[in-house]
């Protein structure tokens, strides 16, 4: 599991998979020959939210559509970013995480979170007054899992004895953590542990700040026992941007303006229903244009907002959102060859090495290897 990026700037796609008014297995097949091109072109990792109820996500079970994406590639990585714990019975969870991790030769990314719409937990039970606390015992549970081979486990939520676990991951002693959150409160854990992260929907400046405190702390812990993801020596810290390139800038913002309004339709649908404006803050296409938060335009017009976005936040890993709202599978694989060709050949990694790391540090973490 192991993992040192070395101040590399990786690229890598976020997805939600929304409905377009295409039956789904149209959405599935164009989606997986999608994943074929980014698996033959360079993309470190591909990764899928979890969505219920929502017009937003066709994959409310983003292990399944996973399954079959790593069927149809060989080296890109994949994960849910992010499977919701509370929502799940963990010891089902820890099953089909180590299935996945075999059945793509460990190329799992196993991101973990525990949901924020209430509109998506009441239905399945979940009480989200609990779901720290129910989180944190799932993710108990699966480290157990991960790590031992007969399970017990005792807890206020759940509770385990004497069971062998027969199936393992594919990766040791487990494949790599995500936390996805822009709560800057979460960066103290996430930080402390060494998880990998993404920031999404907020300017850079919002995402620098985030990320100074995270190396801050991370350096402070980086030679602790016990890090969730001690296996992994530098982690990666993402920026998640929806990303449309097409031959001018005119093109470009108008197609994606046409998207953006389908997109926001689909991720306000529940907030919307419920009668709440909790989503107003991404609602003005034009402001998120301006802050960078939609990346829009040129070839060369995408390109240097990418390469100012990595300069200004720090990052070392830039995720793009390619396809949204009603984009065409045509419009979305001209979008993506625009970008390999034309921006990730030619975005430096800037500032995006910001850990501090020195040789005796370094060798201290090289013994702890997972």
Not at 9 to 37: N, Q, T, V
Not at 96 to 109: A, F, K
Not at 303 to 315: F, K, L, M, S, W
Request: proline share 5%.
């Amino acid at each position: 599991m192991n993992e040192n990026t070395g101040g590399k700037l990786r690229f890598g796609i976020f997805d939600w998979i929304e409905l377009d008014g295409s039956p789904a297995s149209d959405i599935y097949g164009e989606r997986l020959r999608m994943l074929e091109y980014a698996d033959q072109h360079g993309f470190y990792s591909y990764q899928l939210a979890e969505h219920h109820l929502t017009p937003l996500s066709l994959a409310p079970s983003p292990g399944i559509f996973l399954s079959a994406a790593c069927q149809r590639t060989k080296t890109i990585r994949l994960g849910p970013l992010v499977y919701l714990l509370p929502f799940y019975n963990p010891l089902r969870l820890l099953h089909e995480i180590c299935m996945l991790d075999q059945l793509s030769h460990g190329r799992l990314d196993l991101g973990l979170g525990r949901g924020i719409v209430p509109m998506e937990a009441e239905p399945f039970g979940v009480d989200l007054d609990k779901s720290w606390e129910t989180f944190h015992e799932s993710l108990a549970v699966l480290m157990a899992g991960f790590t031992q081979e007969v399970l017990n486990y005792e807890g206020e939520y759940y509770s385990y004895k004497d069971l062998k676990i027969w199936i393992r991951p594919y990766q040791q002693p487990h494949p790599p953590i995500w936390y996805a959150s822009n709560n800057i409160e979460t960066v103290p854990w996430i930080a402390q542990h060494g998880i990998n992260t993404s920031h999404v929907f907020a300017p850079s400046s919002a995402a620098k700040a985030h990320y100074d405190l995270y190396k801050q702390i991370w350096e402070e812990h980086r030679g602790d026992d016990n890090r969730l993801n001690s296996g992994v020596n530098e982690p990666l810290l993402g920026l998640t941007r929806h990303v449309y390139i097409a031959a001018t800038n005119q093109q470009a913002i108008a197609e994606s303006r046409e998207a953006f309004n389908v997109w926001f339709y689909n991720i306000n649908y529940l907030w919307d229903q419920a009668g709440s404006d909790a989503l107003s803050f991404v609602r003005d296409f034009d402001a998120l244009l301006d802050q960078g938060v939609i990346i829009a335009g040129s070839p060369e017009s995408v390109r240097e907002q990418v390469q100012r976005a990595v300069d200004e936040t720090g990052i070392n890993y830039f995720s793009s959102i390619f396809a949204w709202g009603n984009l065409t599978h045509q419009q979305v694989m001209r979008s993506m060859d625009f970008f390999v060709k034309d921006v990730m050949s030619r975005v430096s990694s800037g500032n995006s090495d910001g850990f501090n790391r020195n040789k005796e540090s370094e060798q201290r973490i090289g013994t702890k290897k997972g």
